[in-house]
Every structure is written in structure tokens, then in C-alpha cells.
T-cell receptor
Framework: GQSLEQPSEVTAVEGAIVQINCTYQTSGFYGLSWYQQHDGGAPTFLSYNALDGLEETGRFSSFLSRSDSYGYLLLQELQMKDSASYFCAVSGNQGGKLIFGQGTELSVKP | DTEVTQTPKHLVMGMTNKKSLKCEQHMGHRAMYWYKQKAKKPPELMFVYSYEKLSINESVPSRFSPECPNSSLLNLHLHALQPEDSALYLC???????????????FGEGSRLTVL
């Protein structure tokens, strides 16, 4: 089976940096994705890591260590609009089966 | 056009009703998905279609019946639902099934279903 663990809540202030960790267990791992979801909105794709290392996209970066079954999402220069739920998700060897973690609710305070 | 469009946005139905949720994408994607999401929970995979064929059914009760009439359309037919089926139903698409090079899904805004 597949399982993912990520913190349920994180709070930070505007302008700060926050890291959301994700550990996973899966058979036939292909990659780790991150999604953002605002209240009442649809999940929006942020990043995908298939190989070890850091991927940077603007203020957001995502890291993967396949040997540690671990990844993280790094959000820099936090803004109020970054308050949302963030989900890590793994795709394994059953094509099409993207499984989501429980989500981390990020609150950005002024 | 990078949108996945879902209709209706809201649906209230009784336990004896039959209704359908519709999803459309015009991105040329060949994989389409139905997810169910309860409040404060992650999306839960229900069905995956790849090249218009059902490839994954996550042991979903038969009162939910998916249909993929063509590569752009995905329906979810609902019949004899229970109040616990009330949730946000999300449709998504991707160029090809996840796990073959990409973890990127494009989600629609969802259909919020209430079963009375």
C-alpha cells in the first residue's frame, strides 16, 4: 500500500520561510507532487520531483530524497495569500494512482 | 485552454434520485479522474480513465457509475446515494496517467453534492 505523513498545521508570519515535510511509503515509487488548495477551491499543482534534489519555481521549492523516502516543500517570502492547505502526493507503479497525504494547513499571520 | 470544467457546481439530491455530474477538458489529455473530498480531508481517488477506458476503480460502491463518452468528457452517474456520500466531487485530467513521468493533475472546481 501507500501512506504519507505530513504535519497537520503550520503557522508562520509574512515574509518568513516555511518548510513542510512529507515522508512516504509506497511500492514502485515514481515521484512526489505538491498541491495547494485554498478553502472552497480546487487543488492546484505546485511541483513534481521524480529525481533526488531541489526544484525551484519562484518562491516555492521542492526537495526529494528517494533513499530517505522524504521530501519537503519550501515556501519563501510568505504572503497572506499563501494561507491554504498543502498536500504531498505520490505516484507509484499503478499507473494513474496519485495518492494524497492528509494535508498541512498553513496559516500566514501579519 | 487549461481548464477542467465541472457541472453542476452544487447539487442537492434525495436518496432515491438519479443525477449525473459532468466534466469536460479540452487540453488533449488522455487520462481523466474522479476524486471525492470531504471537508478538511485529502482528495480520495475513485476512478481513473486512460484513453477512454476505465483503468482503476478504487472499490467504489456501484451507486457511483462513471462513464467516459469521449476523450474530452467524463461523467459520474449517481443513484440511490446515502447522506454520507455528501462531499465535493473533483474531476481531474492529465496528459497521461500519473506514474508515467508526471504527477501533474489539472483539477476542476468540483461539484458540491448534498444527499438528503
Amino acid at each position: 500500500g501507500q501512506s504519507l505523513e505530513q504535519p497537520s498545521e503550520v503557522t508562520a508570519v509574512e515574509g518568513a520561510i516555511v518548510q513542510i515535510n512529507c515522508t512516504y511509503q509506497t511500492s514502485g515509487f515514481y515521484g512526489l507532487s505538491w498541491y495547494q488548495q485554498h478553502d472552497g477551491g480546487a487543488p492546484t499543482f505546485l511541483s513534481y520531483n521524480a529525481l533526488d534534489g531541489l526544484e525551484e519555481t519562484g518562491r516555492f521549492s521542492s526537495f526529494l530524497s528517494r533513499s530517505d523516502s522524504y521530501g519537503y516543500l519550501l515556501l519563501q517570502e510568505l504572503q497572506m495569500k499563501d494561507s491554504a492547505s498543502y498536500f504531498c502526493a505520490v505516484s507509484g507503479n499503478q499507473g494513474g494512482k496519485l495518492i494524497f497525504g492528509q494535508g498541512t494547513e498553513l496559516s500566514v499571520k501579519p | 485552454d487549461t481548464e477542467v470544467t465541472q457541472t453542476p457546481k452544487h447539487l442537492v439530491m434525495g436518496m432515491t434520485n438519479k443525477k449525473s455530474l459532468k466534466c469536460e477538458q479540452h487540453m488533449g489529455h488522455r487520462a481523466m479522474y474522479w476524486y471525492k473530498q470531504k471537508a478538511k480531508k485529502p482528495p480520495e481517488l475513485m476512478f481513473v480513465y486512460s484513453y477512454e477506458k476505465l483503468s482503476i476503480n478504487e472499490s467504489v460502491p456501484s451507486r457511483f457509475s462513471p462513464e467516459c463518452p469521449n476523450s474530452s468528457l467524463l461523467n459520474l452517474h449517481l443513484h440511490a446515494l446515502q447522506p454520507e456520500d455528501s462531499a465535493l466531487y473533483l474531476c481531474a485530467s492529465s496528459q497521461r496517467v500519473t506514474g508515467s513521468g508526471t504527477g501533474e493533475l489539472f483539477f476542476g472546481e468540483g461539484s458540491r453534492l448534498t444527499v438528503l
